[in-house]
């Protein structure tokens, strides 16, 4: 396939304006908390990441928690767990649909406070609580972590960050508890390829880039990291003979998306193949690359 690509249609420029707020209200927190879990989403290990947030929590221990790990390529994003890792960084890989393993969440909590924990025995303080907070980018998955780690729905899940209520604190275990408030904050967006990666994914608003321009993001990075899946959601029997025009010419046609005339409504396209792919409905993927950043 040849593709006509206009990505640089538009430069995603892009900072939002509570973001300084969402930070002064983590820094007050920082004094009632231990350690930071910063939610990631698998798919996009690297783009979802808070890469400055060690700067804003200081001296506080903090583990990601890589959330989507069921829909993502898992060859793909154990590289960055392992890379992770060898930067001391602990990441819990989970499957937040399903129940989780709080002993396991305990275990490398106390790891990862191991010093701390330690210093407070030293002092004679019998206190062991480990206090968390939960923090990562719209959409990662936060509530659901958060629903998960309560055992019940106490947080609204849903694309819309801000919807959560205070609380308080759940207990999670005997020595665990976590603020039921998570911490929203965004990416720094190193380049236009992160942005188009993070509103693939629903984390930054849609309305910054327009249909077209992603869904040519999504056609185009699918054919290059994944052409078996995008040749087997759209039954096209070689890549190589659309080209994008006809690909959406194609998957117009098969999915019904025709106006008055037969002519192909290309706006609704450009909508299913967003959906499709915000969907998981081509198969496990992984955007970023190691060795993109
Ligand atoms: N398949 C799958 N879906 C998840 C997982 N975690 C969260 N989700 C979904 O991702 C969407 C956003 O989750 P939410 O908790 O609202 O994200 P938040 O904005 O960070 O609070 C919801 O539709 C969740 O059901 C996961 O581990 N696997
Ligand atoms: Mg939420």
Redesign the pocket.
């Known amino acids: 396939m040849v593709m006509k690509m206009n990505e640089n249609k538009t430069n995603i420029n892009w900072y939002p304006g509570h973001m300084a707020k969402a930070k002064r209200e983590i820094s007050e927190k920082l004094n009632l908390i231990d350690i930071v879990y910063e ?1 990631v ?2 798919r996009m290990p690297f783009s979802s990441r808070i890469v400055d947030l060690d700067k804003l929590i200081k001296d506080k221990p903090h583990i990601i928690i890589m ?5 993502c390529d898992k060859q793909i994003t154990d590289l960055y767990i392992k890379k992770y890792g060898e930067a001391n960084i602990e990441v819990l890989s ?5 129940t989780i393993d709080i002993n396991k969440l305990n275990d490398i909590s106390q790891k990862s406070l191991h010093k701390q924990l330690l210093n407070r025995k030293n002092k004679g303080l019998i206190n062991q609580n480990i206090r968390g907070l939960i923090v ?12 998960r780690l309560a055992n019940k729905k106490i ?7 801000g ?2 209520k205070a609380l308080g604190w759940i207990k999670v275990s005997p020595n665990l508890q976590v603020l039921d408030t ?1 911490g ?1 904050l965004w990416p720094k967006l190193v380049d236009q390829e992160q942005a188009l990666v993070l509103a693939a994914f ?2 930054i608003k849609e309305e910054i880039v327009d249909d077209e321009q992603l869904s040519n993001f999504i056609i185009n990075k699918m054919e290059q990291l994944y052409p078996n899946l995008l040749a087997k959601r759209y039954n096209l029997d070689d890549l190589a003979n659309y080209s994008l025009d006809e690909l959406y010419q194609h998957i117009g046609k098969k999915r019904g998306c025709l106006q008055k005339g037969g002519i192909v409504d290309i706006n609704k396209v450009y909508q299913i193949v967003i959906q499709d792919f915000k969907k ?1 409905l081509f198969g496990p993927v992984t955007l970023d690359r190691l060795l993109d950043k």
């Open positions: 939610v989403d698998a959330s989507k790990y069921d829909l989970l499957d937040l649909t399903k990562g980018a719209p959409n990662v998955g936060k509530s659901t972590f958060i629903n947080v609204e899940v849903g694309n819309k960050p919807v959560t998570p929203v629903s984390s998981g």
